[in-house]
């Protein structure tokens, strides 16, 4: 620590000061990945792709009565667990949203805050005839009829309620899509993201969470 | 039972009924209903409402209320029935002779938009940001609003009134008043 430059000083709470090596991490993280030859990148596209597809981390937003199926894919019966997928606890660390049911405007509005926080790479798999086109619930008053225009979906999984042999079949599309580089569309909705709020705006029209959810 | 019925002919000058096996139903004038609902839990021992439900009688112009109590010692139930008018309706608020009628009443507030004066916390209940008819009125059309509200995938068109396709295939007499308010 003879260079002044590389010194940093820190204060800790009980107000004590100490030097420290100065850490930058900034080049390292600009510089890594990015790779400018094409041939490269495919190598590199194709193994981050290889791993993305096989460790999918599943949130499983419930509604509906598609829900009842999740336990069975994900327990010993068929493991969905051998093709990498498992549960995540938060919004945050997930990788596939998974949508099985009808979505009332009131849950619309929760699913597109999740949604919103999920981290990229995210994926979409709804399930079920009512996000496809309303199901038997075409003519509710207070449920949406096409998931598609209020979120990007990946994979529609159809069936009222598909059994856990098309939800691994659904799976197995995905993680062809990802492996292919077609899926994951958090870009897209970011760049379209005037239609989309406009759809939604069209049916939510009360933007406000009660007190408790406003964390 | 008997006793019930006896006393409740001799205090309020009603005629309740039985339906069936330990269960008894009784018309009541609407500015009665709270008065007996005080008599029925105090003396006679119907701690319990069990809940508060709501039929719309749009023929007659009248919304009917039904009190469901029951006393837990013979599990007795009595059906409390009231008409009120469809026209701006309104009716005495009883969550302060049980609490959890004020569920119930925020429920069929926001469903039939009946009124109940003095809620606690006349807010919205289930309906998020609601902006159309209450949706549980039979004059509610819920296909055309349905269909006027949301984006709707093509390709359903073809899709055909169901209970108009059964009535044809059973010979089924559907009477005018059905018929007026079904759907097409
Ligand atoms: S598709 Fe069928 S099983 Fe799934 S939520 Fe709709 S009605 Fe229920």
Known sequence: MSDTKDIRIITRPTKEQIEQAKIDFAPRCTSAGRVNDKETQKTVEFILNFARKHSLFLLAYGTGCGAIEIPATLTSRYDAERLGIRGAATPRQADVLMITGYLSVKTLKRVIRVYEQMQDPKYVVAFGSCTINGGMYFDSYNTIKALDRYIPVDVYIAGCMPRPEAVLKGFAKLQEMIQNGNAGNGECYRKNLDWYRANQRKVIKNWDFPDEYNW | METIITKLNEIFNVRPKILRDRQITVEVDKNRVSSMLLYLKNQMGFIHLNHISCVDWIEEGQFELVYIVWRPEDKTTVLVKTRIDRENPEME???????????????????????FPGLKAPREFILEGWEGPPPMRRDFDTRKYAMETYETRPGREDAQNVREYITKRTGEKVPDFAKKYSRD
Do not use: K, L, S, V
Request: charged share 35%.
């Open chain 2, 93 to 115: 608020n009883i969550d302060t002779i049980w609490d959890q009628a004020h569920t119930y009443e925020r429920e069929i507030r926001e469903m039939f938009g009946i009124e």
